[in-house]
Nanobody, 123 residues
Framework: QVQLVESGGGLVQAGGSLRLSCAAS????????MGWYRQAPGKQRELVAA???????NYADSVKGRFTISRDNAKNTVYLQMNSLKPEDTAVYYC?????????????????WGQGTQVTVSS
């Protein structure tokens, strides 16, 4: 089983910055696409940024120019650098990863979610 551990959330003033990280761990696996989602109270979970294995990134319109997603394949870690934070960025941020894993010689696809980390931006 592949597990994701997130860190970096917290409270920050508007205009400030935070860097989220998410490390994947497991026995035998490889990561393909990774991404960050967020969910604010009363709203549906939405994609913030994604970075497939090829490295071509996607961003929600609301964060373009402010957020940057990156990954370190050697560390099985994905990052989200958040600059110029706004109060509307306040949400629980979730790490997501998809890939392949080996169980008893059988290759299986998987999708894992982190536990979520709270980001609060004060006005």
């Amino acid at each position: 089983q592949v597990q994701l551990v997130e860190s970096g959330g917290g409270l920050v003033q508007a205009g400030g910055s935070l860097r989220l990280s998410c490390a994947a761990s497991g026995s035998r696996f490889r990561l393909n696409a990774m991404g960050w989602y967020r969910q604010a109270p009363g709203k549906q979970r939405e994609l913030v940024a994604a970075i497939p294995s090829g490295g071509v990134t996607n961003y929600a319109d609301s964060v373009k120019g402010r957020f940057t997603i990156s990954r370190d394949n050697a560390k099985n870690t994905v990052y989200l650098q958040m600059n110029s934070l706004k109060p509307e960025d306040t949400a629980v941020y979730y790490c997501n990863a998809a890939g392949d894993m080996w169980n008893s010689g059988v290759l299986r696809s998987f999708e894992s979610w982190g536990q979520g980390t709270q980001v609060t931006v004060s006005s």
